[in-house]
């Protein structure tokens, strides 16, 4: 019965995505909403085909919370109709200059490679970090458990999006412009790659789509090429995701035995991703606990939280303030102390777990308001000068809010749109200096 129920989601969700392609007249590769369709298509159908370890809801809860999962696809279908378009890159402009945007990039490029080099000295700097015998989480604890924590993935997203647009602008060559701006991130993405930060990796890959479309001004379309492309970034993201732990056990002590182990053990399970069913666990959790009345409803607090969520624990400290977890450290926290985990686990956040725990069963309508909120959001830094590359870029939000917590990606907008803006702002009056200044020279 759950997976009749699986697969008739399946078909809400395909027709949503029609739906939203009669509405919007043209590919569906740069709607937002179909963006998100999609991503909570990957989530909520594909994560239940699965399970984790952690995973201990009984078969009834299982089949309620399917049940479940397509009251909340008939909710997105009927959101298909009424959501509004969003078409910024078609407004992109027909001649400009290559230098401000490249200019733009590398100081913020510049400024994100410090401010990784920084964060991680608190850890022992970034080789002993990753090669040290803690996983992951244990070290992503360990650092936020820390003051001085750096928001350094910001600016490398910013740099990101400078770099390419500009690249772009400069050899209209889609190979070269991602080529160069990949060679100038590499040790960067080389460490997201071994990380397993596939958010991370996401957000710049997205960059390259959203970008390219705006500089076209039309949506690109899906080939047989890119979807292989698609499939085998999914495929090599399960890899490291199901063999990280291992291959760092083989790399330090030279034990092989977890490897072949894991090999032997999962088979061809390996290139299935347990992104999927981990994220989705956090929502069967709290809608298992909703069923037995053991849950504390948040009513909208961890929404709201996304404002005090911008400001570092350092500005806490001067008004002896505590800053309050993310429902995802929360949830991490909670799933440690159940299990007997000494550090707070990391398992990223549903939207609809998040919902569920904010407002109970009406979860399925409740997303709708925080999927409005991120569409205001990203309309609003468009509107700013010089910032519609920005938006177009934030549009890959729409994908990842299904996975991150919506305080976390509130910040991440707010941050990306500031740091962008400031640069923007302060190129003009520091290029007029340094002309003036040559100038000056010269004339001397």
């Keep these: 019965m759950t997976g009749l129920t699986i697969f008739v989601t399946m078909v809400v ?114 080789i002993q970090a990753v090669f040290e015998t803690s996983n992951r989480s244990d070290r992503n604890a360990l650092l936020t458990e820390q003051r001085g924590n750096l928001p350094y993935v910001h600016f490398f997203f910013v740099a990101n999006i400078f770099l390419y647009y500009g690249f772009l602008i400069q050899s209209k060559s889609v190979k070269k412009s991602i080529f160069r701006t990949c060679f100038l991130m590499a040790p960067l993405l080389a460490f997201f790659l071994f990380e397993g930060e596939r958010s991370s990796i996401l957000k710049h890959l997205f960059v390259f789509w959203f970008v ?93 939280q996304g404002v005090p969520y911008l400001f570092p624990r350092s500005v806490y400290d001067i008004f002896y303030l505590v800053k309050s977890s993310t429902i995802a450290d929360n949830f991490g926290l909670y799933m440690a102390n159940e299990i007997g985990n000494l550090r707070t686990m990391g398992f990223g956040m549903s939207i609809i777990g998040e919902n569920i725990k904010n407002f109970g069963y009406f979860a399925v309508i409740s997303q709708l308001f925080e999927l409005f909120i991120l569409y205001i959001l990203i309309k609003y830094v468009g509107k700013l000068k010089g910032m519609q590359i920005v938006s177009v870029s934030l549009i890959s939000c729409f994908f990842l809010i299904n996975r991150v917590a919506f305080a976390s990606m509130f910040s991440m907008i707010i941050w990306v749109a500031f740091i962008s803006f400031f640069f923007i702002f302060m190129y003009s009056p520091i290029s007029h200096f340094f002309k003036s200044k040559h100038k000056s020279i010269k004339n001397k």
């Excluded at 913020?108 to 022992?124: D, H, K, P, Q, V």
């Excluded at 291959?247 to 999962?266: C, D, H, M, R, S």
């Design 212 to 304: 390219t479309a705006y500089f076209n001004r039309s949506s690109p379309q899906i080939n047989f090429r890119l979807a292989s492309v698609f499939i085998s970034v999914i495929v090599i993201f399960s890899l490291i995701g199901n063999l990280r732990s291992q291959i760092v056990e083989y790399a330090i002590n030279g034990n092989i035995a977890p490897l072949i182990n894991q090999f032997e053990t999962k088979g061809f399970a390996l290139i299935i991703p347990n992104e999927f069913a981990a994220i989705l666990f956090t929502a069967k959790k709290y809608f298992s606990l909703l069923l037995q009345n053991k849950i504390d409803l948040e009513y909208g607090y961890t929404l709201w």
């Design 13 to 126: 969700y395909a027709a949503a995505l029609y739906i939203r392609k009669l509405k919007i007249k043209q590919n569906l590769t740069s709607d937002y909403f179909a963006i998100f369709l999609v991503g909570s298509l990957l989530y909520n159908c594909l994560g239940q085909l699965t399970t984790i370890k952690y995973d201990d809801i009984s078969n009834q809860e299982a089949l309620l919370f399917s049940f479940f999962i397509l009251a909340n696809s008939i909710v997105l279908f009927l959101a298909a109709i009424f959501f509004p378009k969003y078409e910024a890159w078609k407004s992109a402009p027909h001649t400009i200059l290559p230098t401000k945007y490249i200019m733009v990039g590398l100081i913020t490029l510049c400024i994100g490679y410090l401010f990784w080099y920084l964060n991680y000295e608190r850890a022992g700097g970034i």
